[in-house]
């Protein structure tokens, strides 16, 4: 077996490379620390951003949700008159119906109208009653009135 020996200055020159090498690495390290250090804020920074901008949009859907409703609870107090403003208006073609003075298409309105209101079914009735009771009193005074010319 033999054993080598190096010399001084070897050795020194060794020493030196490894040292350099170490250095080398020490700063290529540091930068890479650096450049993770920079990376690392750089999305803290973007997470920022991004929970402001999920803030900002889950406000900006709450208000235009908020706008919706009122806009729609708007719209159904709007058709709830129209509703009743539409329901008068047929209301008040009743008698005319009775009398069959209503066009075509407005007597056809209303008989869609009357499939679902109660109160011009039951005005009607009345109406229809009121005519047979007419009709038949007058039948009645007719009749009665022939007799009395046949009579004579």
């Known amino acids: 077996m033999t054993t080598a020996y ?3 200055d070897e ?3 060794i020493a030196s490379a490894v040292a350099d090498e170490l250095e080398n690495r020490g700063a290529a390290m540091a930068a890479l620390d650096q450049r993770v250090k920079e990376q690392a804020e750089r999305i803290a920074e973007l997470e920022d951003k991004l929970s402001a901008a999920e803030a900002w949009g889950h406000n900006e859907v ?3 949700n ?3 409703d009122h806009v729609i609870a708007e719209y159904d107090q709007r058709i709830v008159v129209l509703e009743a403003l539409v329901t008068e208006l047929r209301c008040g073609d009743l008698h005319r119906y009775f009398d069959r003075e209503l066009l075509e298409d407005r007597r056809a ?3 869609l109208h009357l499939a ?3 109160s011009c079914q039951h005005e009607l ?3 229809m009653q009121e005519t047979v009771a007419a009709s038949g009193a007058s039948a009645t005074k007719n009749a ?3 007799r009395r010319t046949r009579k004579r």
């Open 62 to 64: 709450q208000r235009a």
């Open 125 to 127: 009735a009345g109406l």
């Open 11 to 13: 050795i020194q020159r």
């Open 116 to 118: 679902s209101c109660g």
């Open 109 to 111: 309105a209303f008989d």
């Open 66 to 68: 908020t706008t919706a």
């Open 6 to 8: 190096l010399e001084d």
């Open 144 to 146: 009665t009135a022939t």
